[in-house]
């Protein structure tokens, strides 16, 4: 144990500290998702309209957000927004900010996946069968398109989670930074500590995604069938 | 924003943005042949290799970078493999796009109906032309968008080897932040240069899903 700086984690509440930080990296997340779905089904539904200007504009939103990579995202919130405008973020809410704004892009795109999958002659047989926009929406095609969303939206939790492990780039006090603290505090007791406490998050960053994954295969799977 | 500044922050960000290429590059080249390695592991079914690939898959998927190369760079020496921060970053992107990519992979080849190589195995092909004439053609033409997803997502992961002390952009930037205080400056010039490293890829990538398909293989 003491070889590979296990021993540490069981020293006062170290352990404890570490779920604490783990806590807030999964608020986090947890956060940005339940604002990301709602606000990704707005936007997904919105790419689907016939409006080309509209599409234009969230098609760029879409892929800006993309193609940077989620730690500039971070710098841009947190550095930028305090020189451009003023502001004076703290780590976890520029965190929030920024996972929002790249959670409801990515949502918005599996939504109109998901929308556009739905092959044409659902749309032209509710009509041909007399129901209404409203109806066709609420029973024809909804119910179809959720079957596709619910596994992939799923998997955005997941993907999420770990996105979140960057915060610690932006100075948020998370999981990997309650390490490094127990790691420097326990230097000379245990100076193998580096091994055992990365190992541990490594391994709670598993547990903790590990089953939601399992899940969207799971649900995948049975959608399809 | 002040052009001397940016003049003067430009070469730094050139270096870095090198060293960002250099070693998103190698990562996603061993990245592929991991992957590869793992799907035929997979797809042939090699009795506990297929396990040893399977349990990599999922501690590979369900872990950010980050904490890898945190255990690589820092975890690891405490047990006698000491790595400079380098070949520390292209082993973290390595383990990591594996199994990203094996599963590219590995869908690409579930997607190939059996009754595909029964059919070139009737025609008297052994299994290993039908593999290479028949299957591998479908399958990995299938996996093309997702394989260009993960080679985009590879390259954006790189943002995290600032964590292990290598100096990419991401670092550049944060210690020029840190130095002069040119926030606006320093921030542009990382968002021009991952534009220009990204945006070629990216539309690169939706050139070969298309030629892909209108080859008429893919979905």
Known sequence: MQALGLDVLFKGKNFLRLLGGLGVALKISLISVALSIPLGILLGILMTRRNRVLRAILRLYLEALRIMPQMVLLFLVFFGTTRALGWDLDGETASVIVFTLWGTAEMSDLVRGALISIPKHQYESAEALGLSKAQMHLYIILPQAIRRLVPLSINLITRMIKTTSLVLMIGVVEVIKVAQQIIEANRMVSPNGAFGMYLTVFLLYFIACFPISLLAGKLEKSFRE | ?219
């Open chain 2, 1 to 219: 924003m002040n052009a001397a500044v940016l003049q003067e922050y430009l070469p730094l960000y050139g270096k870095a943005a090198l060293l960002t290429i250099r070693l998103g590059i190698l990562g996603v080249l061993l990245s592929i042949l991991t992957g590869l390695f793992c799907a035929a592991v997979q797809y042939l079914k090699i009795p506990l290799l297929k396990t040893i690939v399977r349990v990599y898959i999922e501690l590979s998927r369900n872990t950010p970078l980050l904490i890898q190369l945190f255990f690589i760079y820092y975890g690891l020496p405490k047990i006698g493999i000491r790595t400079d921060p380098a070949v520390c970053g292209v082993a973290g992107l390595t383990f990591l796009g594996g199994s990203y990519m094996a599963e590219a992979f590995r869908s690409g080849l579930e997607s190939i109906p059996p009754i595909q190589e029964e059919s070139a195995l009737s025609l008297g092909m052994t299994r290993i032309q039908a593999a290479v004439h028949v299957i591998l053609p479908q399958a990995l033409s299938v996996s093309v968008p997702a394989f260009v997803a993960n080679v985009i997502f590879l390259l954006k992961e790189t943002s995290v080897f600032s964590a292990v002390s290598l100096m990419d952009l991401m670092f550049t930037a944060k210690d020029l932040i840190g130095l002069y205080y040119d926030t606006t400056e320093a921030l542009f010039l990382l968002v021009v240069f991952y534009l220009l490293m990204l945006l070629p890829v990216s539309i690169l990538g939706s050139i070969i899903e298309k030629k892909v398909r209108y080859a008429g293989f893919g979905t």
